[in-house]
Nanobody, 125 residues
Framework: VQLQASGGGLVQPGGSLRLSCAAS????????TGWFRQAPGKEREGVSC????????FYAASVNGRFTISRDTDKNTLYLQMGSLTPEDTAVYYC???????????????????WGKGTLVTVSS
């Protein structure tokens, strides 16, 4: 059972990037899933959460309107489309899930208990 994030890299301010998170050993659609990030010297920040039904999405105020979370059930993969990136978005991004159920607690999956290695996003000119 694991999650593997990918798609990070160096992007210029104002640019876009799409992160992917492949799940293995379980069905992503059975649980709430989300993304959080951690920048150097800063606390972890919940970025976005998608309910198991995919009917509800939650975003941090800092990314609302710029980021979109989505899921491909056939590929068992979670995505985070990021746009209008700024240097403040520079961080390691992690995908996560919680096996307590299908709901989100704000921008985190309820009962978050599984996350994979992160992928580094650097926004710089």
């Amino acid at each position: 059972v694991q999650l593997q994030a990918s798609g990070g890299g160096l992007v210029q301010p104002g640019g876009s990037l799409r992160l992917s998170c492949a799940a293995s050993g379980f069905t992503l659609g059975n649980y709430a899933t989300g993304w959080f990030r951690q920048a150097p010297g800063k606390e972890r920040e919940g970025v976005s959460c998608l309910s198991s039904s995919a009917q509800l999405t939650f975003y941090a105020a800092s990314v609302n309107g710029r980021f979109t979370i989505s899921r491909d059930t056939d590929k068992n993969t979670l995505y985070l489309q990021m746009g209008s990136l700024t240097p403040e978005d520079t961080a390691v991004y992690y995908c996560a899930t919680g096996t307590r159920g299908g709901a989100c607690s704000g921008t985190y999956p309820d009962g978050m208990n599984l996350w994979g290695k992160g992928t580094l996003v650097t926004v710089s000119s």
